[in-house]
């Protein structure tokens, strides 16, 4: 679906004379049909500059891209009928009618009318919007808009949809149920998805895969679980009911396959392992034996933000 080599764009700074800011550093990309893409990174990272080069919004400044089997630089007009665009501002306005703004909408990729109608219904139904063709877009909350705007981006049946942001100034249970349309949408049309955000959660509940983009490189790529697998492992915090008996456990710990050094604090004591799972009922067996007894443990998987912060030294957060 896409296939991309040393896609750069520079800018010219304003006020500094001839200098560039590089927005995006010669990435390479590759996006199988089917797959749901997520490009993970901070403010400025340069996620929306890679996706206007994608959509043919902004041309590169050096790199080549073949996008739904178009070549990016040679037939942009042809990418551009093949892909969906669904921007972090919409498409909608207000005053006009669900129906009408879909209608106008497929007039442009030369649809016929009857043809628009039915899509479009077939689309919203698809959507949990069924009921919303005669009502205007500015009636609609935050969430429905956005399905809107999927629907907008899908009229044309495109392979591929680009979605810049999907889902914010959502509230929680919006976001969630946006989530599950976009999952449903790969599942039955089949349609593959590259989406950006800067939401950890949504990069990790979402995406077959995720490419995390920083200072304009693509610094990390696999799947959600593959990419905590490169932190240090899972964290195990164990209480104990006294100081003597952190100390033994830290000794104990320090056996398990692959633990690190354990942090005690009083009578906590933290350390990692390579996994968590398998790790437990062997420690919990040699605290038995031993005759401790634990009256806390936890389990803490590494979050996207732990991998960005091994790469990066800083946190998505920031
Ligand atoms: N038209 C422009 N002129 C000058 N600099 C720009 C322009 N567009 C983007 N930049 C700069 O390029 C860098 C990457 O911006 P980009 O919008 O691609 O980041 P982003 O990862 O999408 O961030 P956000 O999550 O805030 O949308 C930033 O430093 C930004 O200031």
Redesign the pocket.
Known sequence: MIEAKGLKRS?K??GAKGKT?D?VRGIDLSVREGEIVGFL?P????????LKMLCTLLAPTDGSATVVGADLRRDPVEVRRRIGYVSQAGSTSPEAKVGEEIVSHARLYGIDKQVAIQRGKELLTALDLAEIWDRTCGSLSGGQRRRLDIVMGLIHQPRLVFLD?PSTGLDPQSRANLWNHIRKLRDELGTTVFL?T?YMDEADSLSDRILI?DH?TIVAEGTPAELKKRVSGDTITLTLRTEADAVNSGGIATRLNGADAPVIEANVVRFHVPDGATALPVLLGDLTKAGIDAIGVDVNRPTLDDVFLTLTGRSLRD
Do not use: R
Request: charged fraction near 15%; charge should be positive; proline fraction near 0%.
């Open positions: 800018f700074a304003k800011i927005a990174g403010n400025g990272a340069g996620k929306t500059t890679t942001e950006t800067h983009i304009g």
